[in-house]
């Protein structure tokens, strides 16, 4: 069966990063859960992880990723460069399907088992099926509202529900 879901979309705003993601999860045409919860905090709640792909992948990424903080006594960027590093090498991490989008008070990072690691210019990631649109709204929320990250999370991401089928309004937010 093909999996599709989800989306996931994370705003640095004025010394607030908010990292959101919606609910659904879908197996080929059909909503099989409304409520998952893709977005998670780690490391002594100092870092906020959301993924797109397969949930068990997603699950053994942010136990690395927990590991790879805890090495780096909460270094972020570090801790994401050594996990990347390991998916790329370690061939059983190498089959793992999923994108991440990660941050904390400083940094925001999109990682993934390509051996990207990436901090974008404008402060804003989105990854997952409903990715493109959180995107676009999101830079236009950014451009002409004084919302708050948060508030541009929520917004964007509502808006993605109305136009991504993979995408529902069952939303998790969480800030930095």
Not at 22 to 42: C, F, M, P, Y
Request: net charge negative; glycine share 10%; with cysteine.
């Amino acid at each position: 069966m093909e999996t599709r879901a989800t989306t996931i979309l994370a705003v640095r705003r004025n010394g607030q990063t908010a990292v959101g993601g919606d609910g659904q999860v879908s197996l080929e045409n059909t909503i099989v859960k409304s409520g998952a919860r893709k977005v998670r905090r780690l490391y002594q709640d100092r870092v906020v992880v959301g993924f797109a792909g397969a949930a068990g992948d997603a699950l053994a990424l942010f136990e690395r990723l927990e590991g790879k903080l805890e090495e780096s006594a909460g270094n972020l960027p570090r801790a994401a460069y050594q996990l990347v590093k390991d998916w790329r090498t370690d061939r059983s991490l190498r089959q793992l399907a999923a994108l991440m989008v990660a941050a904390d008070r400083e940094h925001l990072l999109l990682i993934s088992g390509n051996g990207d690691l990436i901090e974008p210019d404008d402060g804003v990631l989105a990854i997952g099926s409903g990715g493109p649109y959180a995107l676009a709204a999101a830079r236009a929320l950014l451009a002409h509202t004084q919302l708050s990250a948060e508030e541009i999370v929520r917004e964007a991401l509502t808006i993605t529900a109305g136009i991504c089928v993979y995408t529902n309004r069952e939303l998790t937010v969480e800030v930095v």
